[in-house]
């Protein structure tokens, strides 16, 4: 059993809606050979950035610009290049759910092309309880479910982290964000991992990183998610020197 299997195979997305084909335009499906394993999003014209348990099913492309994977043509197909596991990972239990992907290319970002990176934080931040989020991806709509063609997308409130803590019986790890799954019918589901929690639309604040077990069905306990504001020296470093 792969740790995300235990956490979220990818997770999927529960009670969404399929997103508008202009939003969201630096979402990535990460790729084994034939599939969707995981998201990812996009932060720099070479770097995709996803949640480290991903590379359990060992990953080989990322797929940008394009909402339907039933609809990916090979110009949206890049190769993995290098993967940028954070130093301390060891599963998703213990924290640091964190991965850079380096890109075979540089995606050639242009207005006419439906890519753009998405913004980080530029220094730590603390967000208030129940303030609405979104997070998408291309994970199950049920619990047991298979993963979608359509990404979907979903609104999450922040969940205060002491209650998260005390919700959970203090088994989540340090360096993250709580949103969605409890007591609320939205949340993640296998498939989703990796993806982005984004606020206030323009910035991405954290990486899908676990639920409870294969349980997408709420309300239950709080999603988890790796806090991107906690990182970022380590992500700054690897964007520019653009290797790890």
Request: charge should be positive.
């Amino acid at each position: 059993r792969h740790p995300q299997e235990e956490a979220l195979l990818g997770p999927e997305i529960i009670k969404g809606k399929k997103a508008k084909k202009s939003s969201m335009l630096y979402m990535a499906s990460v790729q084994d050979t034939i599939r969707h394993v995981c998201g990812g999003f996009l932060v720099s014209e070479d770097f995709v950035l996803t949640a480290a348990h991903c590379d359990d099913w060992k990953p080989r492309n990322v797929v940008l610009g394009t909402h339907n994977l039933k609809k990916a043509e090979k110009t949206m197909i890049y190769q993995i290049k290098k993967k940028c596991k954070h130093p301390s990972y060891k599963n998703v239990k213990s924290g640091n759910d964190i991965m850079l992907l380096k890109l075979s290319e540089k995606v050639y970002l242009d207005k006419k092309r439906p890519i753009k990176p998405i913004q980080l934080p530029t220094q730590q931040i603390n967000l208030k309880e129940n303030k609405t989020c979104t997070v998408a991806g291309w994970g199950a709509t049920k619990s047991g479910g298979e993963t979608v063609d359509s990404m979907q997308v979903v609104d999450v409130p922040i969940i205060n982290l002491e209650k998260c803590k005390r919700i959970w019986q203090n088994s989540i790890p340090d360096n993250v964000i709580c949103a969605g799954g409890y007591y609320k019918n939205k949340g993640i589901c296998q498939g989703d991992s990796g993806g982005p929690l984004v606020c206030d639309k323009k910035m991405a604040v954290g990486i899908v990183s676990f639920n409870n077990g294969k349980k997408c069905d709420y309300p239950d306990v709080p999603n988890v998610y790796t806090d991107i504001s906690k990182f970022l020296p380590w992500i700054k470093d690897i964007l520019s020197k653009k290797t790890c």
